[in-house]
Each structure stands twice: as structure tokens, then as C-alpha cells.
């Protein structure tokens, strides 16, 4: 079993800046991906940001240019650097992780809220 651990979320004024933490543990192998998807009031879970290996990235559009993903192997941990933070990024981001053949786990979420 593999459990993901968030961190990072908060209050930031727009133009602030946030870094989310997720850290795995457990029967991890093989590790195929790992991502940040968001989710914000009324609407779908959405795709932040995803790393399939240390240097292979996609971001959404909404996002590309203002936030980085990279990934620590030796900590199994990925980061979410956030910068230029506007009001419709207030959301709760969740962690996700892909290993093995196709198992797949999420982290219990962190908000973030963008607001002066």
C-alpha cells in the first residue's frame, strides 16, 4: 500500500507564490508518474501538472509559464512551485501517484486559496 502526504497549501495573495510538497511511502516501485490535479467548487478534478520522468513534464495551459513540477527520486517526493498565483487557481490540489503495472493513489488534498 502506498500513501502520498501533502503539504505546502495556504492563503496567498494574488501574485503570491506557494510550494506543494508530496511525499510517498510504502510499497513503492517502479514509479511511473506523478502529478498535481486540482479541483475547485463545482467543478471537475483537472490536471495541474504531471512528471513521467525527472525532465518530462506536462502542465495545463492555464498554468504553463507560472508553476514547475520536479520530482526528488531519492525522497520519492514531487513538488508543485507555484508562482504568479491568481484567484481561479483557488482550488484543492491532490497528489497523485502511477507505479507498478497501473496502480494509481491519491493524497487526501491540500487548499490553496488565492485572495487579497
Known amino acids: 500500500q502506498v500513501q502520498l502526504v501533502e503539504s505546502g497549501g495556504g492563503l496567498v495573495q494574488p501574485g503570491g507564490s506557494l510550494r506543494l510538497s508530496c511525499a510517498a511511502s510504502?510499497?513503492?516501485?517502479?514509479?511511473?508518474?506523478m502529478g498535481w490535479y486540482r479541483q475547485a467548487p463545482g467543478k471537475e478534478r483537472e490536471l495541474v501538472a504531471r512528471?513521467?520522468?525527472?525532465?518530462?513534464?506536462t502542465y495545463a495551459d492555464s498554468v504553463r509559464g507560472r508553476f514547475t513540477i520536479n520530482r526528488d527520486n531519492t525522497k520519492n517526493t514531487v513538488y508543485l512551485q507555484m508562482n504568479s498565483l491568481k484567484p481561479e487557481d483557488t482550488a484543492v490540489y491532490y497528489c497523485?501517484?502511477?507505479?507498478?503495472?497501473?496502480?494509481?493513489?491519491w493524497g487526501q488534498g491540500t487548499q490553496v486559496t488565492v485572495s487579497s
Open positions: 512528471i513521467f520522468k525527472q525532465t518530462v513534464t
Open positions: 510504502g510499497s513503492i516501485f517502479s514509479i511511473k508518474s
Open positions: 497523485n501517484i502511477v507505479y507498478g503495472t497501473s496502480s494509481n493513489t
